[in-house]
């Protein structure tokens, strides 16, 4: 039986919880493990989704994940950001808190998306730095996710796995690690996806995320959009056996299915860790279409 990572134990597969689902959630109580929330959609809200995610808290173990962390920005820490997430995860008695590793804006300026950070000791030392105030504000180790990216910085000195893996040693954070972010960037910079699974700490490893992503055919784009397809599949069984399985959430951010079709999605991975497979084929070229990243999709939840 695996150990929890960093006192948290496997809470089995979980969906994330988005607006087009909360009438049918309240309604039917469905036998879902947990749920995850953006949790810049409910900080500030006092109104339904509050209201609904109250409910749902009372009934299910809830994941806090955030976009607007910044924790590679060279803004000063928001500490009343902070303040509210603390005070929520409070209320909702949240298992824990996640954001990437990333920057989100400058100078005051939030782009409302998730850039990427060259990977070198210099940047190292500073996320580090950063990633200890917020633990200890927090009161509870951050857990990180590995961005998905579309860029590479010519200063980088190390990988992105060698980089994940220091932070973790430095600050004693947890990992999120993002399957299909792990294949959507080795598409984009033609790195091995095993390799990268492969070397990270994975007694660190708190969480899984799996989802779905355009492909464009010679780049990837992470939308969130369908199904999981094989290859990332293939890498969540990998990961599986490296960690010894921990909490895994599905994420469906476009084109939002029924309850049950993405309750269904997360569900295929008991057959992957049984080594069944599933055929799901990858959207060819022809048929993908563009869409924004799901950072940018937020709005819906709070309306």
Same mark, same amino acid.
């Given at each position: 039986?695996?150990?929890?990572?960093?006192?948290?134990?496997?809470?089995?597969?979980?969906?994330?919880?988005?607006?087009?689902?909360?009438?049918?959630?309240?309604?039917?109580?469905?036998?879902?493990?947990?749920?995850?929330?953006?949790?810049?959609?409910?900080?500030?809200?006092?109104?339904?989704?509050?209201?609904? +995610?109250?409910?749902? *808290?009372? %009934?299910?173990?809830? $994941?806090?994940?955030?976009?607007?962390?910044?924790?590679?920005?060279? @803004? &000063?820490?928001?500490?009343?950001?902070?303040?509210?997430?603390?005070?929520?995860?409070?209320?909702?008695?949240?298992?824990?808190?996640?954001?990437?590793?990333?920057?989100?804006?400058?100078?005051?300026?939030?782009?409302?998306?998730?850039?990427?950070?060259?990977?070198?000791?210099?940047? +190292?030392?500073?996320? *580090?730095? %950063?990633?200890?105030? $917020?633990?200890?504000?927090?009161?509870?180790?951050?857990?990180?996710? @590995? &961005?998905?990216?579309?860029?590479?910085?010519?200063?980088?000195?190390?990988?992105?796995?060698?980089?994940?893996?220091?932070?973790?040693?430095?600050?004693?954070?947890?990992?999120?690690?993002?399957?299909?972010?792990?294949?959507?960037?080795?598409?984009?910079?033609?790195?091995?996806?095993?390799?990268?699974?492969?070397?990270?700490?994975?007694?660190?490893?708190?969480?899984?995320?799996?989802?779905?992503?355009?492909?464009?055919?010679?780049?990837?784009?992470?939308?969130?959009?369908?199904?999981?397809?094989?290859?990332?599949?293939?890498?969540?069984?990998?990961?599986?056996?490296?960690?010894?399985?921990?909490?895994?959430?599905?994420?469906?951010?476009?084109?939002?299915?029924?309850?049950?079709?993405?309750?269904?999605?997360?569900?295929?991975?008991?057959?992957?860790?049984?080594?069944?497979?599933?055929?799901?084929?990858?959207?060819?070229?022809?048929?993908?279409?563009?869409?924004?990243?799901?950072?940018?999709?937020?709005?819906?939840?709070?309306?």
């Amino acid at each position: 039986m695996p150990q929890p990572r960093l006192g948290h134990e496997n809470l089995g597969l979980g969906v994330g919880l988005r607006a087009p689902h909360f009438s049918h959630i309240l309604e039917y109580w469905p036998a879902v493990d947990w749920f995850e929330i953006i949790s810049e959609n409910y900080i500030d809200s006092q109104g339904r989704p509050r209201y609904v +995610l109250d409910q749902i *808290a009372e %009934r299910y173990p809830i $994941v806090m994940h955030g976009v607007s962390l910044s924790i590679g920005s060279t @803004d &000063p820490l928001d500490f009343d950001y902070l303040k509210k997430l603390k005070t929520l995860s409070t209320a909702i008695d949240a298992k824990w808190i996640s954001d990437h590793v990333c920057w989100t804006g400058v100078a005051g300026k939030n782009t409302h998306d998730l850039l990427p950070i060259p990977y070198n000791e210099e940047t +190292l030392q500073h996320v *580090a730095s %950063r990633v200890r105030q $917020v633990q200890d504000f927090l009161e509870q180790p951050l857990i990180l996710e @590995d &961005p998905s990216s579309y860029v590479t910085f010519a200063a980088s000195t190390m990988h992105e796995w060698e980089f994940l893996s220091a932070l973790t040693e430095e600050t004693g954070c947890g990992l999120l690690l993002d399957v299909n972010n792990v294949y959507v960037s080795a598409i984009n910079h033609d790195f091995d996806p095993a390799e990268y699974i492969e070397n990270l700490p994975w007694e660190s490893i708190v969480q899984f995320h799996l989802a779905g992503h355009t492909n464009m055919g010679d780049y990837c784009i992470d939308t969130h959009d369908g199904q999981v397809i094989d290859p990332v599949w293939q890498l969540y069984r990998l990961a599986h056996q490296r960690t010894g399985g921990v909490s895994t959430l599905l994420e469906w951010d476009a084109n939002i299915p029924d309850f049950a079709t993405m309750h269904a999605e997360v569900l295929k991975a008991k057959k992957f860790i049984a080594g069944e497979s599933i055929s799901v084929e990858s959207p060819s070229q022809e048929t993908a279409t563009t869409v924004p990243h799901p950072a940018h999709r937020i709005e819906h939840e709070v309306n």
